[in-house]
């Protein structure tokens, strides 16, 4: 979080340096930032993060050496406190969501208004997560097609039994203890296998690690 009247500090990167510097000088006449860097690739973008720690990147997602869903991934990997934005002319729907899952707070349409752009900077800096008004609908119904097709989604029910398979129960063992007929534990079961591409109960439980579906 950031205090309300404290100037945010942001590193700008865009290879596009009549962009980039529109950009910069915005933000700087906004009176509540301080640009710190501006800069023309993604590399070079993540090592002045390293060095002057901005509360927010500013990236262009289409930048040169290490595009800016790399940055953010980096950024998260490495537990870099500063939060990145991505302002793109890519508006597709997965790219926002693969942006978000690496970690971005943000993501931003380039075609924003320069004032749009300037208070999400600031509502990423109080650490809220911003995405442009015309990509959120667009974002949620990828979230929800994901959602319908990943098999990593799994019901209560298929966890129940998933970890009553890691623990080596029989499907008797555990309808007994789930309160629930064989037959009824066994269509569970199915639907377990079909999710996570397997046959069996032991394939079930390995996949299901290399998954991270079990704790």
Partial sequence: MTDSGARVTVVVADDHPVY????ARGLQLSGRIDVLAEVGDGAEALEL????TPQVA???Y???TMDGIAVVHALARDHLPTRALLLSATTDAAVVYRA??????????????RSEIVDAVLKVAAGKQVVSEDLAGGLVDEIRMR?????????????????????GKSIPQLASELYL??????THTQRLYEKLGVSDRAAAVAEAMRRGLLE
């Fill in 58 to 60: 500013l990236i262009d």
């Fill in 181 to 186: 007929g064989a037959s009824t534990v066994k």
């Fill in 20 to 23: 980039r510097e529109g950009i």
């Fill in 100 to 113: 978000v899952q690496e970690g971005a707070a943000g993501y931003l349409a380039k075609d924003a208004k």
């Fill in 147 to 167: 959602a319908d097709r990943d098999p990593a989604v799994l019901s209560e029910r298929e966890r129940q039994v998933l970890r009553g398979f890691s623990e």
């Fill in 62 to 64: 289409r930048i040169p």
């Fill in 49 to 52: 993060i390293r060095e002057l």
